[in-house]
């Protein structure tokens, strides 16, 4: 499929079926149990997801996007049905514990460490190879199905398990390294290579069965066409009611201060402080909510700036919107999938936040809770002015103690800047739309950083078309603003525009029309 169609959903998913359907039914099928390998379960899923991502209708920026995004929804469909069936082989389920009860303890990147729960020794032989794979904890065997069976690169291994290139290199070290010891493999085998032709042996015997015209007709079932007013309606019915969920019933409050951070937001005034918000009986849309994520390689502190609805004020609106929306930009992540509020105030230099005990739920680690929690002290000590300086309680469901941290001896605190990324780019968002031209880009720089430098570069030609050094304003505490204009070609396509600052490369993609 060419890229020119790679945003038409009638035409993406035909041709995700002719060249996606049997290579993902067979990597699914091993993603639930390499040893026995179920290829009705499999379909379900694949059919399952690609229906989901046709219902959903995101933008996409390039075929290969399409492709990692169906990967990635299959990827999380195998491990939600590999949990499903006790984190055993599904045909099996008297198998030895693993899966999430047999991880163990991890390390604050989401690596298994020593001491995790593994299969005892398989014993020795090729025929084993499989049965000691599928016994492994299933972060473990996920990366080495993905990395081995579909042969990809680390870093495809990466977002189709939405995990840090990092993570994704030292969980296949560590399973190569326990198949090693579990199957008594002899030192000189190339351990990859024996895996990667038994996964290829076991996954040719799946037969996928032709699901297309199922697949199509469900989707004509399920079809609103994109743009038309009763989609638009829905889609702002769905934001309204995922944020609604994200406040419960709380009692939202706001805060004051200067504009010493790039992230004050200079909304809310002094006379706000221990006040109630307005009334939330009329849905309201809020500009530049600064809404902080992950990034996907370097796991460092990004923003966006969002547009979204409201029925609380703009703190409420900022942590709702960590915990329950998605970010706009495929190269940052969010530790968060869900989760309510059930109140968030300002009492002079603290902000408290009681979250519900769901929000907590899919952290396995004290790292994983903890960099989630700092995505929430940024978008609340953002959401009232000057609030780098004020400090975050977090509370669960009422309760001081959380989940994996316990009872925190303090409140928290901004992360150090090297927590943070050296550059943010605000405007404009992730994947807009724009015309031939002058083309304003702007954010914010660390101040003492070297000066950053752009290119433009065209992913249709491979080629950067443009390039230049940016100018930055005078600097106001730890940041400097910086506006750039670029003239983006009268070439249609998809264009990166990158930002790099020392070793740090940030970019954001464009669509020219």
Same mark, same amino acid.
């Given at each position: ?17 002719q060249?996606?359907? @049997?290579?993902?039914?067979r ?54 049905? *590999? ?15 693993t ?14 460490? /020593?001491?995790?729960? !593994? ?9 084993? %190879? ?11 065997? @996920? ?8 042969? !990809? ?26 198949l !090693? ?7 000189? &085998?190339?351990?990859q ?25 469900? $989707? ?6 994109r ?5 638009? $309606? ?7 009611? $995922? ?36 009334? &939330? ?26 547009? %979204? ?14 915990l ?36 907590? /739920?899919?952290?396995? &680690? ?12 940024? /978008?609340?000590t ?5 609030g ?8 669960v ?6 989940? %994996? ?7 928290? *605190? ?19 739309t ?36 940016? @100018? ?33 490369t ?8």
């Amino acid at each position: 499929m060419t890229d020119e169609r790679y945003d038409d959903r009638q035409v993406w998913l035909p041709a995700l079926d002719q060249e996606q359907w @049997e290579p993902l039914v067979r990597l699914v099928a091993l993603l639930v149990s390499p040893s026995h390998p179920d290829g009705a379960v499999a379909e379900t899923l694949v059919r399952d997801a690609m229906l989901g991502m046709y219902r959903d209708d995101p933008t996409f920026h390039s075929w290969s996007h399409v492709v990692g995004s169906l990967r990635a929804r299959v990827a999380t469909a195998a491990r939600v049905a *590999q949990r499903g069936a006790g984190g055993s082989d599904p045909s099996s389920l008297s198998h030895r514990e693993t899966g999430e009860e047999a991880e163990g303890p991890e390390n604050a990147s989401g690596d298994p460490v /020593a001491g995790d729960s !593994v299969p005892e020794e398989a014993g020795g032989g090729d025929a084993d %190879l499989l049965t000691g794979l599928t016994g492994l904890p299933h972060r473990l065997r @996920e990366v080495i199905v993905v990395k081995l069976y579909a042969g !990809v690169s680390i870093a495809e291994t990466a977002d189709i398990l939405e995990v840090t290139r990092r993570v994704a290199r030292r969980r296949v070290v560590r399973a190569l390294a326990e198949l !090693v010891r579990i199957c008594d493999i002899p030192p000189d &085998t190339d351990v990859q290579e024996l895996v990667a032709d038994r996964l290829r042996a076991v996954g040719e015997r799946v037969v996928p069965s032709d699901r297309r015209d199922e697949i199509l007709r469900r $989707a004509r079932e399920m079809r609103e066409p994109r743009g038309s007013w009763r989609n638009h $309606a829905l889609v702002a019915a769905i934001m309204v009611a $995922a944020l609604a969920a994200g406040y419960g019933l709380s009692t939202l409050w706001g805060g004051s201060g200067d504009q010493t951070d790039p992230t004050a937001s200079g909304v809310v005034s002094a006379s706000d402080l221990g006040t109630s918000s307005a009334d &939330t009986s009329v849905t309201t849309m809020q500009a530049g909510v600064q809404v902080f994520y992950l990034g996907r390689d370097d796991g460092l502190i990004y923003r966006e700036l969002r547009t %979204l609805p409201t029925v609380g004020d703009r703190l409420g609106t900022a942590v709702a919107a960590v915990l329950n929306v998605a970010p706009l930009d495929p190269e940052y992540i969010s530790s968060w999938s869900g989760g309510q509020v059930n109140e968030a105030r300002v009492r002079g230099d603290r902000i408290t936040l009681d979250l519900s005990q769901s929000a907590f /739920a899919q952290f396995r &680690t004290r790292g994983q809770e903890e960099d989630a929690i700092q995505q929430l002290v940024f /978008a609340a000590t953002a959401a009232v002015d000057n609030g780098s300086q004020k400090s975050v309680r977090i509370l669960v469901d009422g309760s001081p103690n959380l989940p %994996l941290i316990g009872k925190p001896q303090t409140d928290f *605190q901004r992360a150090r800047l090297n927590a943070v990324a050296p550059l943010w780019i605000d405007t404009p968002e992730a994947g807009t739309t724009v015309s031939s031209g002058p083309l304003i880009i702007s954010g914010v720089v660390k101040s003492g950083v070297a000066s950053p430098t752009w290119q433009l570069y065209s992913t249709a030609s491979k080629t950067v078309v443009a390039r230049g050094g940016v @100018e930055t304003l005078p600097p106001y505490g730890s940041w400097m603003r910086w506006h750039q204009e670029i003239v983006v070609p009268d070439v249609p396509g998809e264009y990166l525009v990158r930002f790099t600052v020392g070793r740090t490369t940030v970019q954001r993609t464009i669509s020219v029309s």
